[in-house]
């Protein structure tokens, strides 16, 4: 079992829909990031926490330390939010992320 | 925000031959810098952590003779891939962080197919 699980791996929906992706972590952590990766390649990181809530635009990220749970939200969605978004989190010393597999977003118009 | 830059994004080298790729902290001093691996349709893999000033720290499986790092300032982390072989291709990505519980930030990757 990987330490870090997101759900759903794949996410279609319709421009303007409010969009939720999961994040699980199995290991103590001392923060999680929310990154996005567009099809060329690059990486933006998104959030980085370590409790509560944190929002930036259209962009919400939530975590509960207890629960071992964040959760990505997007609302009214829109096309260039299309990308690979991925969870990871940082683990004892050091630093070192430990990454999600990805959930690939394709937002339709 | 911060930026990280790398350079270049796109080489095509022949095997055998060794190629270096470089990761920049433009705006800001990044005592570590993390090299990952990013396969097709896969998430990324920690290669090494590189402090300034010290060895870099690789991970279980990679070949440090084959993947030599040296982060020789605050702002300059290099990537040599020496004796290239095609299963090296790969997209390569570095990130930087200015302390410890900091943020991390990604550079735009470098695209490094071998014939």
């Known amino acids: 079992k990987n330490e870090v699980e997101q759900s759903p791996q794949n996410l279609t929906a319709q421009e303007g829909e409010f969009i939720t992706i999961n994040c699980s972590y199995s290991v103590g952590i001392s923060a999680l990031h929310w990154l996005q990766q567009h099809p060329g390649g690059g990486i933006v990181s998104l959030f980085m926490l370590s409790s509560g809530k944190k929002k930036h635009g259209r962009l919400i990220a939530t975590i509960n330390i207890q629960e071992k749970h964040s959760s990505l939200h997007i609302t009214a969605s829109h096309p260039r939010d299309s990308a690979v978004y991925i969870c990871?989190?940082?683990?004892?010393?050091?630093?070192?992320?430990?990454f999600g597999a990805g959930t690939i977003l394709r937002v339709k118009s | 925000g911060a930026v990280v830059s790398q350079h270049p994004s796109r080489v095509i080298c022949k095997s055998g031959t060794s190629v270096k790729i470089e990761c920049r902290s433009l705006d800001f001093q990044a005592t570590t810098m993390f090299w990952y691996r990013q396969f097709p349709k896969q998430s990324l893999m920690l290669m090494a952590t590189s402090n300034e000033g010290s060895k870099a720290t690789y991970e279980q499986g990679v070949e440090k003779d084959k993947f030599l790092i040296n982060h020789a300032s605050l702002t300059l982390s290099t990537l040599t891939v020496t004796s290239a072989h095609p299963e090296d291709s790969s997209f390569y990505i570095c990130?930087?962080?200015?302390?410890?519980?900091?943020?991390?930030?990604f550079g735009p990757g470098t695209r490094l197919t071998v014939t």
């Open positions: 990871a989190v940082i683990t004892g010393y050091g630093n070192k992320l430990v």
């Open positions: 990130s930087a962080t200015s302390g410890q519980g900091v943020e991390q930030y």
